[in-house]
């Protein structure tokens, strides 16, 4: 029953939410969202005209650049004026989503050393690892093949028709190093403390998974390791339970925040590609659905239903971190054993970003599209593979997913300029993703207890 009344919370602050900040946008921001756009368009413009001009040292080409400059200022300010009103509401989720990342990384260390400590031997460790970056690899391949094939279906870039843009014109996004060296950066902790501090999931996970198997290691003494870890768990899982309480409120100040600023005309300019991205995420929940069903029959359903709270959250918070705790209960209340659970769940949280995967070449095609950049098949599956080895190990870098296409799309000779098309409506674009890798995830932890004979009855 709590349960049920969280969720209906939640729903009723996401509405309340909408509502909220279309007033706001109509009636207390609307002299600033207009010399946004307005400087916005005027900037764009001049832009167009300083790519006409050959001779970057003419006064014509000073005074434009210097106009440009002008308007720039005058969008900044505006829209530093717009966050300064808006700070009550995005105060909410900035204490939400900073409460779950103060647990999120005690609970992944905890729950992982006990998962790992209860599997016992390194082989068991070895054979369950295994499955799961099986599943993580396939599953990520799907999503950007997914991703592609809708993208050149649907051409959503091509109504664009964008001049080529000016190579200098800075998008504020950093570019996501495609070195070996910055991979391994991620991968292995030099400092547990450092991982800790900075909620490095997969160095936390690499850290979990030696301390485990060297717990279990030392036999009878690791026991009361795995008792005081099992117990300080529970301790994490019940300050989840405060902190949820607060989900509601977040999810509010969140939304009231992204519609104050966008506007619902957002969703009416943006329309066709919203709608077609969201048609590909539902496509890809029925694709894993339906490989959930060949190995899990009906529990899928069941598995589903369990999970409308967290994946709600994601939704509404744009942040399938913030849905982590709740989502971590529902798979252990379905049946998956907390072992399995501890071992797989975090993975998945740097390996398999489902809707975050199809996302990118969905987004970075478009962008090709909308240049008018052709891309041969050789091309694009080039560019698929890219994203599948720069996409692992970022999951708790800010905007990851256009700081990975950033990276990307500049190795095929795509203007980075084209991510302005997208940081807009990124935040509605984010709250898709964020649900389908809470669902994409949690399918796994599934199908992995499935296949290890750990999945057992439902709890209520």
Not at 240 to 257: E, I, K, L, R, S
Request: charge should be neutral.
């Amino acid at each position: 029953m709590q349960k049920n009344r969280l969720t209906l919370f939640i729903f009723i602050a996401l509405i309340t939410g909408i509502m909220a900040g279309y007033l706001l946008n109509i009636n207390w921001l609307g002299q600033y969202n207009e010399q946004i756009i307005k400087a916005d368009t005027q900037a764009k413009k001049i832009e167009a005209q300083l790519a006409k001009i050959p001779d970057t040292s003419s006064v014509v080409y000073q005074e434009l650049a210097a106009e440009r400059k002008e308007q720039l200022s005058v969008r900044k300010e505006n829209e530093s004026i717009r966050e300064k009103k808006l700070e009550p509401f995005t105060i909410l989720s900035d204490i939400f989503l900073r409460l779950i990342k103060m647990i999120v990384a005690p609970l992944v260390f905890t729950t992982l050393v006990v998962g790992v400590a209860k599997v016992g031997d390194i082989k068991a460790v070895g054979r369950i690892g295994g499955k799961t970056m099986l599943w993580f690899l396939s599953a990520t391949l799907l999503s950007l093949a997914l991703g592609m094939v809708l993208v050149n279906i649907f051409r959503p870039g091509e109504t664009m028709n964008l001049p080529l843009p000016d190579a200098n014109i800075d998008t504020g996004i950093q570019k996501a190093a495609l070195s070996l060296k910055e991979f391994i950066s991620h991968v292995f902790p030099k400092s547990f403390a450092e991982a800790m501090a900075h909620n490095e999931i997969l160095q936390i996970v690499v850290f979990s998974l030696f301390f485990g198997v060297a717990t279990a290691a030392i036999g009878e003494k690791g026991e009361m390791v795995i008792k005081a870890m099992d117990a300080f768990a529970h301790v994490i899982l019940k300050v989840t339970g405060y902190v949820m309480n607060f989900a509601p409120f977040a999810v509010f100040g969140a939304m009231t925040a992204i519609i104050a600023k966008q506007g619902l005309s957002i969703l009416s300019t943006y329309a066709i590609f919203i709608g077609e991205f969201y048609f590909g995420l539902l496509i890809l929940w029925l694709l894993l659905i339906f490989i959930g069903f060949t190995i899990l029959k009906t529990r899928i359903f069941r598995l589903i239903n369990n999970l409308k709270e967290p994946v709600l959250l994601a939704f509404s918070t744009a942040s399938s971190e913030a849905a982590y705790p709740k989502t971590m209960l529902q798979l252990e209340r379905f049946g998956c054993k907390d072992k399995i659970v501890s071992f797989v769940l975090p993975l998945g949280y740097s390996f398999n970003l489902d809707g975050s995967m199809m996302y990118m070449t969905f987004a970075s095609l478009f962008i090709a599209q909308a240049y008018g950049i052709q891309l041969g098949f050789d091309q694009q599956l080039t560019m698929l593979l890219i994203l599948m080895l720069t996409s692992k190990g970022i999951a708790g870098v800010p905007r990851a997913s256009l700081v990975v296409i950033a990276g990307t799309i500049a190795t095929f000779n795509i203007p980075e300029a084209g991510l302005a098309l997208l940081i807009g409506i990124d935040p509605l674009l984010d709250m898709g993703r964020s649900a389908t890798n809470v669902v994409g995830n949690s399918v796994a932890t599934a199908v992995i207890s499935k296949w290890e004979g750990e999945l057992g009855d439902h709890q209520e």
